[in-house]
């Protein structure tokens, strides 16, 4: 399958937030993340700042959604980390 049609990097959100957020985790050196691992973060930071259910954009078992659900997993402690710096 080519990737050439997968995109590298994750939507703006138009959320200062969110962008930002984002951007702190993946505008640094690190190891690098598929594109479906970056949308899980990137959906769940968006989520939780819009206060929206999160969407499932892949089918169960498949390897995209499993890297989409690490990606939420991220996103759930960079928000962590976020409201407690907030709290601050």
Known sequence: MSTASVPTVWPKSGNDL??????????RPRDPRSYPYKLGVFSLLASRVASTTLSRP?????????????GVDEGKVIWSQHQAEAAQ
Not at 18 to 27: P, S, T, W, Y
Not at 58 to 70: I, L, N, Q
């Open 58 to 70: 892949y089918a169960p078992g498949t390897v995209d959604c499993d890297a989409f659900y690490a």
């Open 18 to 27: 969110v962008d930002r957020l984002m951007k702190n985790a993946f505008d």
